[in-house]
């Protein structure tokens, strides 16, 4: 046990861990398991929200990306990427910037539009503007049907949009949204000695991954409480239960529990992004966070052999 | 243009509204119209979710609500309904109320489980519980499968809950959730001098309905900027588009716009409730915090002639 | 170790707080020291400020209770005491109500006027409002000079009030605001085997206080982190230093900490009320919604021998 | 009345503003009067507060520069300056960047010293690191006095630091803080339609301000409500009284009012800075983005014929 320059952040409870027979690296006193994360390829699209406030375009953003934690699920995955500066943003007011993301390019096209439509065009002072501008392929908002002939096209600084007169106001909306490939799934895991360690750990790495541009957490406060299995042991009809291995009330319970000893609550982090580089910075800024609070004690990620996708994310390049 | 007690919110730029040949009554300086908002049917369940914090709650439950603002669209409407206190919660801890609301019931409880299994099981820290224990119809959450086995039923305090081993601790759900018939689509309109006070005044009318429990607004902020009528004039493939009708920036365009002279923006408050009594409540509540904004020109309400529901709300008994 | 209702929340790690030869009892798994929180009398005065918006209201409580968390530092100790809804404000609106608090009433009086002058009569929308219409002690608002000859007497409602013209509108404040002779430096002290499960259960105790109506915790998130004692072992002109005895980092380097075996962290909260019972409910209240959070070792409270004041909390006749 | 850009924001209204007889240019259809800022000399620090979360940065940040509008009240003006994200705070967690402001440099001390030492020192996980490493003039934080003998030094990172035993863990304070002679008293007037209009423009001005680092807006949300002249017509004992000259509702009470006609509403963006750039830069900002809102009519300038200070920001230079 030292005291290091963090002073009352005490890296006690860390001397066992080395004992656990992983293989990997310590970081601030943390044990990084030498394993991967497994992430597989998906479309990605990002919008940009102006409005008259950074509150109301943030709570537009908030709206359309709700509801969207996992593709498996059926729908898309989404978040709040980045704010924006009125000084930087496409129209002079302040923005925030949502990402989307689907495996399937059509189906990342109805969800940005049924988002858009019931979550956005609703919203009061909001414009809508292509995120990706350099993005070759792109996918069009056909929101402009809605204007029922009224709507026209018209500039706002560089960009062509549609304007679609509303009752609030008249509507914005570029004419085409930038998609690329990208990746979904990057992860890691956290692992502390008490639960509210382990949350603020998870959080404190949400606030970091917020800032990397290009890359979203997409479950609630960006931390994943549950981690489900493929499959069921018990229950035929559920595609995914909760993986048991994982449960720290499980652990003298079941033979073969991977919680190690003296871990009391693990949460993942689950990361989205425009490219295999923002995905790896983002998980190195998350990792490095989390390993700054006291009483973790190991970080580990998730991979299923190859079966969900083709990227890995060597923790022991990342950190 | 008279000072009233408001002081500098001078109740002026509206001595014209009396002369736009409406009947109706003046409410604060505000003409209200003589008319009515229409209303229909829909089950409404309400969810408890408590949390370590209340803003571990309220981020799940902005999650869950999320992209629900008009069944129109396919799927719920939903949203925050109210704060409760630790004191008042169902397990001591900080808690959010949410709505959701459907006209089919077997529709709300596929979105109820969909959505907690997506949002609130995903979520650190969160517990479910029944928000309408009085409610006689319920509808049951099997989220307990996802426990593989491994759940186990037990109670907190008074309640009969699943609890599901999961990576962050166990998470807990009240086995049934009360349903109701409630009703969706209260409405009224305001109309405002700039768009900034139209929008201020939209804001301040949700504020006080966020305040009566047993009633929403499922809408980004509350707040509809964009009014769409059914069909289309010009494209037969929309089945919804903007009502040019009541577009400020068409009255000058067309010949029979219903948009008063000087009113440059109008926004609508939707409200979904428990009853047709706390929806006439929040619609009274909101209308009177609309009306202590200075330059609110008129209030009106929408209805479709009994095509969309049989409830009718008139203004002149609500204010 | 038992697993209670809470499940994940494992009650570990407190079988030996029986042995450190404390007397007391125990609370949800937690050891709660026999010993009690001493306080003194002080003069309390609650102002009610409403706006336009909540958020408004907010921003001007906030700035008018910054800079307030000890007397000992010369000024007042304030804060945000609760919320109040439109329906129940004095005016209709949004509002917040603060808490000022000072052992001289004339001293009091000042600070009131100083503060509501600097950072009321200034904020966009506000009005201040008399918040112990019960109180027989009364302070005089005396803002209304700043009218400069244009204030004048008007009524809002039942209150009895001044306007004064200004820039943004004209600003309203009740003649008079009631005073009540109440209680500063309610406390406890929360002790956990890690930093930020001793801070989570510091908030969630900071949370369950702010529900109680008539009880502030003045320092900033409402958690003192640096106990100080009087006086210094080793600098004259130093009135207060850090208490040694109680740094969790000196344990193992002096003879006499009183830091118990396993506590890595101590925060404390401090409370102030306008009346012992009030002050009671919210240790109380603070003191379960502690408890409820895994980690957590001990509960303490602070006292002087009757040097800082005359009013004792016993903590065993609390929870 | 054209429709430009924006839309439904129509650009009305101000016809009649070129009619005033004010010299000055049309900004986005609002007039900029022909007139100049006045502001003085003075003394400004930038303190860096990080945490484990932004949260609980913001809250000390928040709590330290409460109660800090105006110098004319006696003590500092202080505010939120700016956010840094982990990957760029001093070291690695979340950060907020504060600024205070004080014409004598002895004063600016005592306010740091007794600020940093009442709600900082106090404040769970945060630590103090000087925001102005290359200033020349530095002052010294003597908080590790309160360390009691038990204080050391060391460095986190690259900062020297006094490391203090704490209750809640070690505080860390850096050194010297760095001081630089700025600028107070930049502004600018705002004149709206309504009451809402001046007040949402104002908003939005001073969240442009908000993103230039190196400057602030110290009144609470940013906005001056209550112009004050120096002096009084009719109290000798008010060293400052409203302005009556700008008060929209005595507008047709006294012959001399500066009131445009159709303004309702008049607010006041006040800026201090760590030089004549960042100020004129936030003036710049600031102004365009007010100009952005519709119904703004016009857009001035306080100056005192060089009683206050020596320093001249001209409107027409500036937009």
């Known amino acids: 046990m030292t005291l290091n320059n963090k002073g009352s952040e005490i890296k006690g409870l860390t001397d066992e861990i080395i004992d656990t027979g992983c293989k990997g690296c310590i970081l601030d006193g943390v044990l990084i398991e030498d394993t991967y994360a497994e992430a597989f390829d998906a479309y990605v699209t990002s919008i940009v ?17 709700g509801y969207a934690t996992s593709v498996a699920g059926g729908g898309a995955e989404a978040g709040i990427d980045y704010h924006i500066t009125p000084q930087q943003s496409p129209d002079g007011r302040p923005a925030v910037s949502i990402m989307m993301v689907h ?4 189906h990342l096209q109805e969800q940005v ?10 919203a009061p002072t909001v414009r809508v503007f292509n995120g990706l501008p350099n993005a070759t392929e792109k996918i069009k908002t056909t929101l402009h049907y809605f204007g029922d002939g009224f709507e026209y096209q018209t500039k706002i600084r ?8 509303c009752m609030g106001g008249d509507f914005f909306i570029e004419k085409e949204i930038g998609v690329v490939k990208g990746i979904a799934g ?3 895991y956290i692992m502390g000695v008490t639960q509210m ?7 404190a790495a949400v606030e970091a991954v917020w800032e990397i541009h290009g890359a979203i957490c997409s479950y609630p406060a960006g931390v994943v409480a549950c981690d489900l299995k493929f499959g069921s042991l018990k229950y035929d009809f559920m595609k995914m239960t909760t993986n048991h291995l994982f449960c720290p009330t499980l652990r003298d319970k079941i033979p073969d529990s991977l919680v190690p000893e003296g871990v009391r609550a693990m949460y993942e982090i689950v990361i989205d992004g425009t490219s295999y580089d923002n995905v790896k910075k983002a998980m190195h800024d998350g990792i490095h966070a989390t390993c700054s609070i006291n009483g973790i004690t190991k970080i580990s990620a998730g ?17």
Do not use: Q
């Open 49 to 65: 929200i102006t409005a008259v406030t950074r509150n109301l375009a943030e709570t537009a953003a908030i709206s359309a990306t």
């Open 103 to 106: 495996p399937n390019k059509k």
């Open 113 to 122: 539009i049924e988002r858009l439509a019931e979550c956005v065009l609703t």
């Open 158 to 165: 560089d960009r062509d949009v549609w304007g679609i007169p």
């Open 186 to 188: 990057g992860n890691f």
């Open 197 to 203: 360690t382990a949350l603020t750990a998870a959080l």
């Open 303 to 319: 991979h299923f052999g190859g079966k969900l996708g083709s990227h890995k994310f060597y923790l022991r390049d990342i950190v």
